[in-house]
């Protein structure tokens, strides 16, 4: 019973994790158009950004990631690491989250400074980082396979190639 209630909490993590994620570059990508606008607009608009970045990060992005870090921590104890190559693959795709995630609060930090380093375009490019994660991570586990999981991280980055071959002129920042 121990080990259902601890996957399904991690499940949940992982869910409300990826939600974070998403959301807090979504308003990234607000936060960075909103600097365009005139004031008083563009003022109000940084603030509520600002804010909402904030409470998300805090309320939501990083205990769920506690949460699913520690019970992922604790699942262990129930696979022979040796004997599942498969997890060598998720460890390094959670490394690449972890990354991400830790790249995402700073970059929260510099926008709440008043620090533009992206436009909205390389932005909305960076929110499909977590999707190839996700892909990765969740095939990788279901399936307990490496070549699925490589697969799947193959497939996902070939979708992502195509969309910015078709999106390239948008994500520069200029017109069709």
Excluded: D
């Excluded at 460890?91 to 709440?112: D, E, M, N, V």
């Excluded at 990788?140 to 980055?157: E, P």
Aim: with cysteine; aromatic share 14%.
């Amino acid at each position: 019973m121990t080990y259902l209630v601890l996957k399904a909490l991690h499940l949940v993590g992982i869910v409300c994790w990826f939600a974070g994620l998403f959301y807090v570059v979504r308003l990234f990508i607000y936060h960075t158009e909103a600097n365009e606008e005139l004031q008083p607009k563009r003022e109000i608009l940084i603030a509520q950004f600002t804010l909402m970045a904030r409470r998300l990060w805090l309320g939501i992005t990083v205990p769920a990631m506690v949460v699913t870090v520690a019970t992922g921590g604790w699942l262990l104890h129930y696979h022979a690491i040796a004997q599942s190559p498969w997890l060598h693959l998720k460890f390094a795709l959670l490394a690449g989250l972890l990354a991400y995630h830790f790249h995402c609060g700073a970059i929260r930090k510099k926008l709440s400074a008043g620090v533009f380093k992206f436009s909205s375009g390389q932005l909305r490019a960076y929110n499909e980082v977590a999707t190839f994660l996700l892909v990765g991570l969740v095939f990788t586990a279901v399936s307990k396979s490496v070549a699925t999981g490589l697969w799947s991280l193959l497939g996902c980055g070939g979708v992502f190639v195509v969309l910015l071959f078709f999106f390239r002129r948008k994500l520069q920042g200029k017109s069709q």
